[in-house]
């Protein structure tokens, strides 16, 4: 018996409908993209701070597009005004599911080839798309208007509900933190506080242990990032809290703060670095995480983590969303 899955829809779908995506990607910044039906990973630790677009399809073949959607809507039986070209992002990690574009196929003349996908209408970047350690998935659809009606019921191969897709096409965006994971946090207990002569409110210490912060590592780098044991037990107890989250991106900015003043005290001020030469150092791992993620802003980075550390720390909050976890964290004490 076969056991191949098929989806069957009960009305008939023209051939210029159901191809209608064959060409479509999400791009991720100019580098990366990804076609229907298929999968890309961004392990590099940049998934949070790529522009996300959809590309309909190639600049010759714009107008073909269109024109291909609207006779194909025609040949469905379904005039355009009742169909929509519709994008939504969903992200299982945190539960949400977001509508990012919504567009009638008889308006296809003022829709862009290229639609940008991760900024809302007031700039801000969405929150279907900060899962830095997972990812999202986007789907485009050509779907019915939620006014419709089918008009005839002796018509059987037009659909019946209102919203249903005709055409669909899926984008597995995934993405891993691997590069941003710049240390492993030890307990700071009541022996090692002795022995470093740490006082007892001490939450956390950060000790780089002389490291040539311009040296090729592999791995995680070999540094000690002591947190107080009670502390980070109740952490990995609750990982998900608002509490946690906030207070693991604070400590992330701490270790990148302790790097960047570190190698502004210590690099040779004489001497031009690009990041093409450090990237595999302990620096050059932190201008990656906090970077937009392409060669020129990288070495913009490195350069300002000498010459204006403060700047570049404030630089690294942003990145790491300060600000949106501790309003999270005021929210959830409400």
């Not at 999400?26 to 999968?39: E, I, M, Y």
């Not at 005709?166 to 946090?185: G, H, I, M, N, W």
């Not at 470093?196 to 540094?223: H, K, M, N, S, Y």
């Not at 509490?243 to 210590?266: K, P």
Request: aromatic content about 6%.
């Amino acid at each position: 018996m076969s056991r191949e899955k098929r989806t069957i829809r009960p009305y008939t779908v023209a051939s210029g409908l159901s191809s209608a995506f064959k060409s479509t990607e999400v791009r991720l910044g100019d580098d990366l993209s990804c076609s229907a039906g298929s999968s890309l990973t961004v392990d590099d630790g940049t998934f949070t701070r790529r522009e996300v677009w959809v590309e309909w399809t190639t600049e010759s073949e714009f107008d073909r597009f269109c024109r291909r959607l609207t006779n194909a809507a025609a040949d469905t039986g379904v005039h355009p005004r009742w169909l929509r070209l519709v994008v939504v992002a969903r992200t299982g990690s945190l539960k949400l599911a977001e509508k990012l574009l919504d567009h009638g196929l008889d308006r296809l003349d003022d829709i862009e080839r290229c639609t940008r996908l991760d900024l809302d209408p007031g700039g801000e970047r969405r929150p279907v798309f900060c899962a830095g350690t997972h990812g999202t998935v986007v789907d485009a659809y050509v779907a019915l208007s939620p006014d419709w009606t089918s008009g005839s019921l002796v018509e059987r191969r037009l659909p019946k509900r209102a919203a249903s897709w005709l055409a669909r096409a899926t984008f597995r965006l995934e993405a891993s933190a691997q590069a941003a994971v710049l240390f492993q946090p030890r307990p700071l207990t009541e022996a090692k506080r002795e022995e470093l002569g740490l006082p007892q409110g001490t939450l956390r210490f950060i000790d780089l242990g002389g490291q040539d912060l311009e040296e090729a590592i592999e791995g995680t780098p070999d540094v000690d990032v002591l947190v107080d044991e009670g502390t980070l037990t109740a952490l990995n107890a609750n990982r998900t809290s608002a509490a946690a989250v906030f207070f693991q991106r604070q400590l992330l900015l701490d270790f990148v703060s302790a790097v960047v003043f570190e190698y502004a005290r210590s690099a040779d001020s004489g001497t031009i670095t690009l990041y093409e030469d450090v990237k595999d150092s302990l620096i050059g791992k932190v201008v990656q995480l906090i970077a937009e993620p392409n060669d020129e802003a990288r070495d913009r980075t490195l350069r300002q983590c000498r010459s204006d550390p403060a700047r570049l720390v404030a630089l690294a909050e942003d990145v790491l969303r300060l600000r949106e976890g501790v309003n999270q964290l005021f929210r959830a004490a409400r």
